[in-house]
């Protein structure tokens, strides 16, 4: 099974999305239509704590709502489902969402302002939240971008790595 791999241009952060993560945000995106949608991502760090791996994508949680060129994540059910997959060893690593018609997977103001909240929040115990921005393309091919956001610090973009 291949992994979608990204690292920052330091080499500090590292974001590996195995084949079944891309495979839950495609199912995710291609329902949402030409609807912004979203949600968050799970998973742990490696043991050198320089990358972290996602385990599982989530929907947009009930309350969410959304339009073509926005998207507000809800919070129904959120801290429930996060206490359950802590105690299974997995964590909350950020937030995701998709830009529908192909637009670009930058992350708007909004969304910088959000991570940066979240990076400065003791709630979310996240210091350095990642956000994956995903995009369906003309063929059908997902692209996807992450970005880094350190708490007091700008965010970093993370390039792909080539595949293996």
């Avoid at 385990?55 to 801290?79: C, E, I, L």
Wanted: charged fraction near 25%; aromatic fraction near 10%.
């Amino acid at each position: 099974m291949s992994a979608t791999e990204f690292r920052s241009e330091d080499g500090r952060f590292g974001l590996t999305v195995p084949e079944r993560a891309l495979a839950d945000l495609r199912r995710f995106c291609e329902a949402a239509q030409a609807v912004e949608t979203g949600g968050i991502l799970v998973g742990f760090y490696t043991p050198s704590g320089d990358s972290a791996v996602v385990t599982r994508v989530t929907g947009p949680p009930m309350d969410s709502k959304a339009g073509s060129t926005w998207f507000q994540r809800g919070t129904d059910a959120v801290n429930e489902q996060l206490v359950g997959f802590w105690g299974k060893g997995e964590f909350y690593l950020g937030e995701w969402h998709f830009h529908p018609d192909g637009a670009p997977p930058v992350p708007s103001d909004q969304d910088c302002k959000q991570l940066q909240e979240i990076a400065a929040s003791k709630q979310y115990h996240c210091p350095e939240p990642i956000l994956a921005v995903a995009s369906l393309l003309t063929k059908g091919d997902l692209s996807l971008a992450a970005f880094v956001f350190p708490r007091r610090r700008t965010r970093m973009a993370l390039s792909e790595l080539p595949s293996r």
